[in-house]
């Protein structure tokens, strides 16, 4: 447990965000006088106001013996417009990952850096119209981002703004999930439930979702939206039957104009969900977008992460879709998946670059409060993979042979080696809709259990946000309440 003491702020999620970074599976806990302690890491940070300057001091003891103590005087640095208040939060984090850097010897890619959105910072220093140096400044010097990630950031984002950019103000995206999958995985914290115990459900979920479809028909009617891109999720939409899944695809047809779409994305995700009778309806009813993910083409994995179908069927997967006609398929790994080596790694990687898709996301092994490692106390002993990073690097490499370029990414809290998730894809291959979802310049609607409804109002860029239950049988039976809780965000 590391106990720490705050004077002068009430910043304790940031000054824990922080600490994550360094000792992740230690607890915090907030006291006071903490300087009298005798056993354990203690931390303490005070800010203080002097006249038209602050002083931020903070002391890290160990066992009672003072390891690191600085203070110093600032003003508060704004490499946005934003609030006094934001920009103190960000000082006392940048203060604390300097003594935590010091006291550890450890450093991080991202530096103090901890949001799940990074690249939103560049296009806010975009449109300020700093150039790369500038910007390459302030994440090397101000927040210690590494090089490479700068570059990687700054990369990323020329690329999603050519789509942001031609983005209109009353263009909007739709989300759809699908609750359902043919078992949990280790590692899923999404809304998801096995398909056999709910196979009785699917058709009163279907149903709802078809109600709140018509639902949100008359509101985009109502604020003259038109919907720039589709993505029905899960969950595994193709864990669902095929007469719910053509009843399903059916009704988008008939709701919404898929005419003007620049996508329309399905993910079919896990092979054992997949069949040449859903795949062929899938490619009837419009969908120009599928996701086929592996995760790893090792089958003691697959098994291990609770997969219910092996790498050759993933192939067999893959082919079939090609066959039928599908000319943008997107694959998803993970590196650093429990137990998997580097050259465990690279055989899925190799594998993937066989198979030639248009898009490639790889995401880093990150434990998640939901997923069934934490169930319980952890229902497995995970401790991060020492060759995550070469992993990512690996990955790049593969992707740049591929003719591929990164085009979006996000991070997120506990992942292997505090690295992030990077979606790669072929020139003209670039997912909208996971553009608009990371950068969050674009409305999106979401229907189904767990959705969460964004709205954007640009003239503030503040957005507005309303949840749909995660719970299917609540769901079913609160439909039109999903439905009130959208619209009174667009009054």
Known sequence: MIIVELKGHDYLYQVKDVIKLFFENNTVEEKKQVLKNKSGIVIYTELKKKENQFELETIILNDGISCYKNAHQFEPFSPIDESEEKALKREVKRELYIALSKYTHQEFPWGFLTGIRPAKLVHKLLNKELNYREIEKIFQK????????????????????????????????????????????????????????????????IKALKAEIKGVKQIIKEKGYQVQSIYIGGGTPTSIDKIHLEELLTEVEKTFELNNLSEYTLEAGRPDSITREKLSLIKKYS??????????????????????????????????AREIGFKNINMDVIAGLPDETIMDFHKTIKDIKTLNPESLTVHTMAVKRASKLTENNGIIDFTPNKETPLMINMASEYAKEMKMHPYYLYRQKNMAGKLENIGYSKKGFESTYNIQIMEEKQSIIALGAGGITKIVYPNDDSIKRSFNVKSVELYIDSVDEMLKRKKSLML
């Open 142 to 205: 101000y927040y210690f981002v590494s090089r490479e990630k700068t570059q990687l950031l700054f990369d990323i984002a020329k690329r999603e703004k050519e789509i942001l950019d031609y983005t209109k103000p009353h263009m909007i995206s739709i989300y759809i999930g699908i609750p359902f999958c043919k078992s949990r995985c280790l590692y899923c914290s999404f809304t998801s439930n096995p398909i056999d115990k709910y196979k009785n459900s699917v058709s009163y979920y």
């Open 287 to 320: 969908v120009n977008r599928i996701s086929i993910n592996p995760q790893t083409m090792n089958n003691k994995t697959l098994k291990m992460i609770g997969r219910k179908h092996s790498s050759k069927d993933i192939i067999k997967s893959f082919h079939m």
